[in-house]
C-alpha cells in the first residue's frame, strides 16, 4: 500500500532577507515565520495528516510545534532530514560567499552537487539520507497521509533523487521553494515514488 509524504519547508527566519545560506546553523523562526507555522497547522488538521515528523533543527521543530499543538500529533524528530551543510559559506548571501570564495565559485555555479562550497556536504549525502528518511517514513505508515517539516534544499534534492533529476540541476530544475510550502509525493511498495505537488501554498490538499 502506498503512503502520502507531504514535504513542508519550515516558516520564514531572520535569515531569509536577504537570504542566507542557513544550512545546518540553528537558527529560530522569526514572528512572520511563526504565523506561518499556525497556517500550516491548521492545514493540516483540515486534510487529516496522520503521522508528523520534523528536522531536528529548531527551525522545523518549531514549525512542527505549532502542527502538534492544534492536531496532537507527537512528531518524530529524524536528523537525516535536517538541512544540506553549507560549510563555511553558512551565514553568508550568496553574494558574500561568491565574493569570499572567487575562486571557488565558478565551480559551484556550474555543479554545486560536485562542488559545494568549502567544508560543505555532498549533495549526494544530504539527498540519500533525506530520501531514506522520506522512504522511512511511508513504510512505517501504509496508506497514511505523513508531514514532514525539512529544508528547501534538501527537499528540492530528494525531489530530484525520486524523480531522476541530476542533482547538479537541482537549482535549475526547482529554482525556488516558498516557507510552509508543501511538496507532496506519493511512496508507493516497490520503492518508486510520484510527484504530486512543488511549492503549493497550505490551504490545498493533497491529492492521494
Do not use: K
Not at 65 to 87: C, K, Q, S, W, Y
Request: aromatic content about 4%; charged content about 20%.
Amino acid at each position: 500500500m502506498s503512503a502520502t509524504v507531504v514535504l513542508a519547508r519550515h516558516g520564514r527566519t531572520p535569515w531569509h532577507e536577504p537570504v542566507r545560506y542557513a544550512g545546518s546553523s540553528d537558527i529560530p523562526l522569526d514572528e512572520v515565520g511563526e504565523a506561518q507555522a499556525d497556517r500550516l497547522a491548521r492545514w493540516a488538521a483540515a486534510a487529516g495528516v496522520t503521522a508528523l515528523a520534523s528536522s531536528d533543527l529548531l527551525r522545523a521543530r518549531r514549525t512542527a510545534a505549532a502542527v502538534h499543538a492544534l492536531t496532537g500529533l507527537e512528531p518524530v524528530v529524524d536528523a537525516r532530514l535536517r538541512e544540506l551543510d553549507f560549510g563555511a559559506a553558512e551565514g553568508l548571501t550568496r553574494a558574500e560567499a561568491r565574493a569570499r570564495f572567487a575562486d571557488h565559485a565558478p565551480a559551484y555555479e556550474a555543479d554545486p552537487a560536485a562542488s559545494p562550497w568549502p567544508g560543505g556536504e555532498l549533495p549526494a549525502v544530504g539527498a540519500e539520507r533525506a530520501t531514506a528518511a522520506v522512504r522511512d517514513l511511508a513504510a512505517d505508515r501504509p496508506g497514511g497521509l505523513v508531514l514532514a517539516v525539512a529544508h528547501s534544499t534538501i527537499i528540492r534534492l530528494v525531489v530530484c533523487q525520486t524523480l531522476g533529476v541530476p542533482l547538479r540541476d537541482y537549482r535549475r530544475a526547482l529554482p525556488r521553494l516558498e516557507p510552509t510550502a508543501l511538496t507532496t509525493l506519493l511512496v508507493r511498495d516497490d520503492g518508486s515514488t510520484g510527484l504530486l505537488g512543488f511549492n503549493v501554498s497550505p490551504g490545498v490538499a493533497p491529492t492521494s
